[in-house]
């Protein structure tokens, strides 16, 4: 990767034989990359959302490969491959949901299969390319997303989407990045629970490139639509099914009804890794359900009356959306059309 193409934010620092993760559970106040020389730290930080966002996740997840042969290659001539596809298993099941984790792991495992005496170089390019691809890819679909804000007064955006969850730039967060460069617009930041990614990092994020943004608690969203502040709801996606339905995190599903209600489009911006053809529709999307503990008051213990739900996604139909905006293209009005032609 280029000097002139590195982002300013890295959520991933690749050295050659070690993986630096920034931890984003401690951002803003505190900016701490952890080391990682094995899959299964990597596994273990994509576990705990110290790295997040669906493209970062893949990138990740194709340096832990590298790091498992890294590992494995010398130390085990014998079984090394069976050694490398256990890490692999293990990187897959570190967060169920966001498809690039999967479509990353079998373009490894695509260089895996090829005859080689060693395969390391072969497997270093590979996880190298998809991490420079999707900035690239990042800086494409926010200029093509731009073009549909054109005379937009203002965005609510939600999550985080930008440098800190992909390769770098961003998906939604990229688009407005993109936008807002062109001609400055109004941008809102849903504080996204029970996380806070739009209060900690997408905040952050934008203040890094000198963008103001103005924080909106996640139950104004309704309010500040109403006020006509904002055109668009522009969001990003942890994976799109063939007819169009978008899983993205929880709430995403309530700004695009309630977009709908007040005449405001959606859009979902995310590279073309995210579309899962193979899934007919939002309702065959696994939701990850992460622990209730994440959401209740320290008193409330495991023997406790209360509990918490805590769906980590929802699923937007593809009927509220007005925008896919991919690398490769734009997919106006997905309900019509879904996205199988996209990829041909």
Not at 136 to 164: F, K, P, W, Y
Not at 191 to 212: F, K, M, N, V, Y
């Amino acid at each position: 990767m280029t000097e002139q193409n590195r982002p300013n934010v890295q959520a991933l620092i690749w050295t050659g034989d070690s993986l630096k993760v920034l931890d984003q559970r401690q951002l803003p106040d505190v900016s701490v990359y952890d080391e990682y020389r094995d899959a299964e730290g990597v596994a273990e930080a994509i576990a705990t959302m110290r790295v997040r966002g669906a493209p970062a996740i893949g990138i990740a997840a194709a340096y832990g490969v590298v790091l498992s042969c890294l590992r494995h290659f010398d130390e085990n001539p014998a079984d090394w491959r069976a050694r490398v596809e256990a890490d692999s298993e293990r990187l897959a099941k570190s967060r169920p949901t966001a498809v690039n984790l999967f479509w990353a792991l079998a373009q490894m495992k695509a260089v895996l299969d090829q005859p080689s005496d060693n395969p390391l170089p072969a497997l270093r390019a590979r996880a190298e390319k998809i991490h420079a691809d999707d900035i690239a890819d990042n800086r494409r679909m926010g200029e093509l997303g731009a073009d549909l804000l054109q005379g937009a007064a203002g965005v609510l955006t939600h999550c985080n989407t930008g440098a800190l969850a992909t390769g770098g730039y961003g998906t939604a967060l990229g688009v407005i990045r993109s936008a807002y460069r062109r001609n400055p617009l109004a941008v809102y930041a849903g504080e996204t629970r029970p996380w806070l990614q739009g209060a900690r990092l997408t905040i952050w994020e934008l203040s890094q490139d000198g963008i103001p943004a103005t924080l909106i608690a996640d139950s104004a969203a309704a309010w500040l639509m109403k006020s006509g502040a904002v055109n668009w709801v522009v969001v990003g996606a942890d994976r799109i099914a063939a007819n169009g339905d978008t899983a993205n995190k929880i709430g995403t599903y309530a700004l695009a009804v309630l977009a709908r209600q007040h005449g405001v489009k959606v859009m979902v911006a995310a590279p073309t890794s995210t579309l899962d053809p193979g899934i007919e529709s939002g309702n065959d999307i696994e939701i990850e359900q992460r622990n209730p503990n994440e959401l209740l008051p320290a008193c409330y213990t495991e023997n406790s009356l209360i509990t918490a739900w805590n769906p980590v996604f929802d699923v937007t139909p593809a009927a509220l959306i007005s925008a896919i905006v991919t690398e490769r293209g734009v997919i106006l009005n997905p309900s019509e059309h879904g996205v199988r032609s996209l990829l041909q």
